[in-house]
């Protein structure tokens, strides 16, 4: 098996002028992604950091972030993925938790001198020895790479990344991953989707995150097929880029396919090429995953899981498009899927529980973390995700939501990706998220908020007939509706609900001051 330098340096003997990457007017091909990646692993041993020690990597989404990884591989070290919208508090654990003796990064990051900021944390006692400045984003400067360099290059079944879980609910977690898990991911991606070298790839996932790692870095490498990248999500630049590359694999998460669908560049695009979208990784709305298929030429599929376990399931192109969008796919027969109670028993059999699973695409758990391993398996070591599911007799599984994603009035479970998805019914509605709001008789009530189409307004009691009428659950419908310019995210792209529980207490908490 060979590693993803192995075949980065094949593409670059073999189609040197190839396109790599893509991004706004620059671009990369495979024979400068080898070279780069080459003087950047020499720069990294004439640091003298021992075999397998960790560098972080913090930089924006791009042709550079790729050659860095790769270049990490190739002089024997370990990865640090750290996502583009991390702050100080959250760079600080991150650097802490993986012990990384360098850190690779511009001079500033968002309002953070990192010059600075690297000394104040030599001065705390973390062992981060040195901040590596990129300047020049094509990564060309650096000492010449050599047979010693070439000797200490990372297999394919060794640890050769630690990134960072999304951190939607606190401080994230470093998972640990090998190349081999990924490989094999990426087979199941060929096959459900019908890849091949003449795909074009854009992920609007940062590249740190799972679901970018296959998206980006893993997949279209072991293709031979180029990827475009931005630096940063943005639903018009987003559309504009797959007109100008004629992008046919698209991997987005669902916050970020709903913006593109209310982008007016949506319609002003030519995204015809367009002939896949890949998202999943939770409970996907069916009528924003329906209207997406009306209104392009793609199909969207959808992988299960999460940046611990790898998929669980799978939709492909072959599935009926009522399985294929009502649900997360089969269960993929390798990863031997269960279900399992709060007790932690085996709930198979009642077709409702928490998602466990067994096989290769499993990631090797968390940096440094025993207790957050703990929780992450089973007493009898399977893997756990963390979501609420239902399993068919068929191995048809459909994502409930996050377990600690419910909102529990009077002692009753609601989910807030069902409120969600009702609510985006709404034709004001943009983009909604779903959060519990603390209540002094029902313990918490259903708070939404939510961001509205151009030039639209709406009011809580409009929002609630409109989900009578289509015949809703009584305990989905909304208590409090909160209307904002933006949803706040995690690193990862998602919503991130913890910024908005905050925020719906603080509103109670200044509401009840006389």
């Known amino acids: 098996m060979r590693s993803l330098a192995e075949v980065v340096d094949a593409r670059a003997r073999r189609s040197p002028d190839a396109l790599a990457f893509a991004a706004g007017d620059a671009h990369m091909t495979w024979s400068a992604y080898a070279r780069r990646s080459d003087r950047f692993a020499a720069r990294l041993a004439a640091l003298e950091l021992a075999p397998r020690e960790r560098v972080a990597v913090l930089l924006p989404d791009g042709p550079a972030v790729h050659a860095a990884w790769v270049g990490i591989e190739k002089a024997g070290l370990v990865g640090v993925g750290i996502g583009p919208r991390a702050g100080a508090a959250e760079l600080r654990h991150l650097l802490a938790?993986?012990?990384?003796?360098?850190?690779?990064?511009?001079?500033?990051?968002?309002?953070?001198?990192?010059?600075?900021?690297?000394?104040?944390?030599?001065?705390?006692?973390?062992?981060?020895?040195?901040?590596?400045?990129?300047?020049?984003?094509?990564?060309?400067?650096?000492?010449?790479?050599?047979?010693?360099?070439?000797?200490?290059?990372?297999?394919?079944?060794?640890?050769?990344?630690?990134?960072s879980t999304s951190g939607t609910t606190g401080m994230p977690k470093c998972v640990v991953h090998d190349q081999a898990r990924w490989f094999r991911f990426h087979e199941l991606a060929v096959e459900a989707a019908e890849l091949r070298r003449s795909d074009v790839f854009l992920s609007a996932i940062p590249a740190p995150f799972g679901f970018g790692i296959w998206t980006a870095h893993v997949t279209p490498a072991l293709l031979g097929a180029p990827t475009v990248v931005l630096p940063r999500f943005d639903a018009e630049a987003l559309c504009e880029a797959i007109e100008r590359h004629r992008v046919t694999v698209l991997a987005a998460v669902t916050t970020q396919f709903i913006l593109m669908l209310d982008s007016p560049a949506f319609e002003r695009c030519d995204l015809s090429s367009l002939r896949v979208l890949f998202t999943g990784g939770e409970a996907v709305p069916f009528e924003r995953a329906a209207e997406f298929e009306r209104r392009s030429s793609a199909r969207v599929l959808q992988f299960y899981g999460s940046n611990e376990t790898g998929a669980l399931s799978r939709t492909t192109l072959r599935d009926p498009p009522e399985r294929r969008l009502r649900s997360a796919g089969r269960a993929i027969e390798s990863m031997h899927v269960r279900l399992f109670d709060e007790e932690g028993r085996d709930a198979t059999a009642s077709g409702r529980g928490q998602p466990g699973c067994r096989g290769p695409l499993l990631s090797r758990g968390y940096w440094n973390d025993a207790e957050a391993n703990r929780a992450l398996y089973t007493r009898d070591g399977w893997m756990l995700t963390g979501d609420v599911a239902t399993l068919d007799a068929e191995g048809w599984l459909c994502v409930v939501g996050r377990r600690g994603d419910f909102i529990i009035r009077g002692g009753k479970n609601v989910s807030a990706p069902a409120v969600e998805a009702e609510v985006q019914t709404h034709p004001s509605v943009a983009l909604a998220a779903a959060v519990a709001m603390p209540d002094p008789t029902f313990g918490e009530r259903v708070c939404v908020y939510a961001v509205l189409r151009a030039g639209r307004s709406l009011e809580l009691a409009a929002l609630v007939e409109h989900l009578r009428r289509r015949g809703a659950s009584p305990e989905n419908l909304p208590e409090r509706l909160v209307v904002v310019d933006e949803l706040p995210r995690a690193s990862g792209g998602k919503i991130a609900k913890a910024a908005l529980r905050e925020d719906i207490a603080e509103r109670l908490s200044r509401e009840a001051q006389p």
């Open 97 to 163: 938790v993986s012990g990384a003796q360098a850190l690779v990064a511009l001079a500033r990051h968002r309002e953070i001198d990192l010059r600075a900021f690297a000394e104040e944390l030599r001065a705390e006692g973390l062992p981060l020895r040195h901040h590596v400045v990129v300047e020049d984003e094509r990564l060309e400067d650096g000492p010449a790479f050599d047979a010693a360099i070439a000797a200490r290059r990372v297999a394919p079944d060794e640890p050769f990344l630690l990134n």
